[in-house]
């Protein structure tokens, strides 16, 4: 196995806190009882935990310092001011709308831009969002660049929206139905791959073209602008912080969780040019959220996120996060496990359809190698397959397959070091030298939304041929 040099963090640490190591029967007992669901699961029970990156970094001294500093006044206080100066100065939106976290920053924006029986168009919507918009009445439709359908294709932008369809969809019969256009950066739904400047500046044309909302999503602002920096001509002698202000100026307004590129444990925002929208998504924050000067944050909230707005877009950091992340990748190609290429920055997306042959897609390939990451390591993930993507029918029978069979590892920012990715590696490196020892599973129960968080099941008998039905 051949490394790249570390690039080292530009930080040390500072505090720690001790994680668990189970053996291999409480990991046994332990799924069993979450219903063979990593959502179930204790934060006590994990050794590495990579189910998500939202909310799982962790903070500088210089955060926690700022945070001493808070003003928990009802309305005015002198927190907000500085989270506000801050969002403006990074955006250039005149108007800035705090919110505890993303989804409820989508909640209220698509309650004032969308109607039943409109559409939301988009590279990619994610879980949320997608139920976010559903919750409305309205249509999510994604139109992802053709490029992001070749998983080993190491394309510089698969996060990039299909121009071409964007196009014929405003231009047809339908153009009248699309109520907005959400750009995602990075494309979290399709392997963390980023969006180039050139795709978001085409795609706001043809929405301003035909009087249609653009809005960014832009939970992931600082690695996208880094991706750009490194990938795409023109802009390596920009800033990050230049970049993602070039990317929010070419858009409308954007919602944002800030759980992500914020690097914070909560909060979100909505940030707007349009005058009219802002005093209607205002008035929803008031009513549900919070006065508009807090929208359910408190202020040692709004001083964290402040200064980790500043600390994101830091050259160093950025650099730093992308190599830990190549060099992840790296390590689990080394193993024989493919991963969608070219890697990200916030998650690795494992190939479990390639890795696992003898799975059918109704046996959910994806979730059995998250599954048997739990319970050979400790480790948990999020299934990005046909548990999550595939259509059911009344019975949880797999009825639609998901394109790809996927796992998701996010990599949580300032939390790991090399050596908890290489314990990581060396797990999946076990899986890899026997992977038909791992068994499918089935649906037990399901909700009718969100499927992923809540859903129980069962392993299917081991054995040769083996299915779901």
């Not at 590495?48 to 310092?65: N, R």
């Not at 920009?238 to 307004?253: E, K, N, V």
């Not at 998650?347 to 799975?359: E, F, I, K, Q, S």
Request: include cysteine.
């Amino acid at each position: 196995m051949s490394l790249d040099p570390i690039t080292p963090p530009p930080y040390r640490i500072k505090v720690v806190e001790p994680i668990p190591f189970l053996s291999a029967d409480e990991r046994r007992q332990a799924l069993a009882e979450a219903g063979y669901n990593p959502f179930n699961l204790r934060a006590d029970q994990i050794t590495i935990d990579l189910l998500s990156d939202s909310g799982t970094g962790a903070t500088s001294a210089a955060q926690e310092a700022a945070a001493a500093l808070g003003d928990e006044s009802y309305a005015g206080a002198r927190s907000w001011f500085r989270f506000r100066d801050e969002v403006r100065d990074l955006t250039g939106y005149p108007h800035i709308l705090p919110v505890h976290q993303g989804r409820a920053g989508e909640r209220i924006l698509f309650g004032s831009l969308l109607k039943a029986g409109q559409i939301c168009v988009s590279n990619t919507h994610f879980d949320t969002t997608h139920a976010n918009v559903r919750l409305t009445g309205a249509e999510p439709r994604d139109l992802p660049c053709p490029e992001a359908a070749d998983l080993d294709s190491r394309a510089p932008f698969k996060g990039n929206i299909d121009l071409v369809a964007l196009d014929r969809l405003l231009s047809g019969p339908e153009g009248h139905r699309v109520g907005l256009v959400l750009m995602t950066i990075t494309n979290n739904g399709l392997g963390a791959q980023p969006v180039s400047m050139a795709n978001i500046e085409a795609a706001g044309r043809l929405c301003r073209r035909h009087g249609v909302p653009f809005f960014l999503d832009a939970a992931r602002f600082a690695e996208n602008a880094w991706l750009v920096r490194e990938r795409e001509p023109g802009y390596g002698h920009r800033s990050p912080r230049q970049i993602a202000t070039r990317a929010f100026q070419l858009a409308d307004g954007c919602v944002v969780s800030l759980k992500k590129d914020g690097l914070t444990a909560i909060g979100g925002l909505i940030a707007l040019r349009d005058d009219a929208l802002h005093g209607a998504c205002e008035a929803n924050l008031i009513a549900t959220e919070g006065f508009s000067t807090y929208g359910g944050l408190a202020g040692h909230d709004l001083e964290r996120l402040a200064q980790g707005l500043r600390e994101v877009v830091d050259p160093a950091y950025l650099r730093s996060r992308a190599a830990s992340t190549a060099r992840l990748a790296q390590m689990i190609n080394d193993v024989g496990v493919d991963t969608v290429q070219p890697a990200g920055i916030h998650a690795l997306y494992l190939n479990a359809g390639r890795l696992l042959p003898h799975l059918s897609p109704r046996e959910f390939p994806g979730h059995s190698l998250g599954c048997q990451l739990y319970l050979d390591g400790g480790i948990r993930c999020a299934e990005l397959g046909s548990l999550y993507l595939g259509g059911m029918d009344d019975q949880n029978q797999l009825v639609t397959p998901a394109p790809f069979e996927l796992v998701r590892l996010a990599i949580p920012r300032r939390v790991y070091t090399d050596a908890h990715f290489e314990y990581v590696a060396t797990v999946l490196a076990g899986i890899a030298k026997a992977p038909e020892r791992v068994r499918g599973y089935r649906i037990l129960s399901s909700p009718p939304l969100l499927r992923h968080f809540k859903v129980r099941l069962e392993p299917l008998p081991a054995g040769p041929g083996v299915t779901s039905a």
